[in-house]
């Protein structure tokens, strides 16, 4: 799985660093996430020329470390609902950009972030194209992409 892995890499790290600050660095595979508890997804669809589905995984720790960045709020001062929406961001940034390296005319669908379940580890109808680990705050974050067959 190379497709746009060095693309997606940069895209996920000049994101991270410069709208949160924080470090991010690749990790190696294999690194699972599972439907724990707390984990949450962020998924955005690209329709047209090309079709797939871009999804962010982090830990809900995570999540509420970058909306505290975000919304400039003390660590741990955020809302469940802030952390959602930091990762409502996140996605659509980096989905948004990943489809700025695909062959045009492509649309973005608005993201949606829930909390992570085993249909969220699968995509139906669709092959995984590109699966990227990151340590952020010695915590995992993956982005996938996810084309239709």
Sequence with gaps: MQF???EILEITETTWQSMLGLEIHPRALP????PVEGN???KVEI???WTGVVLLH???ELAAEAAAVIFST???GGTAQDSLDAMYELTNIIGGNIKSLLPEPCQLSLPSVEQTTDAHLQVLGMEKVSELVFDCQDQPLFVS???QQ
């Excluded at 690194?31 to 599972?34: A, H, N, T």
Aim: net charge negative.
């Design 4 to 6: 746009l892995e060095e």
């Design 31 to 34: 690194v699972s996430i599972g």
């Design 40 to 42: 949450l997804t962020g």
């Design 47 to 49: 329709s047209g020329a």
């Design 58 to 60: 982090g830990s809900h």
């Design 74 to 76: 003390e660590a741990g």
């Design 145 to 147: 992409v996810w084309q």
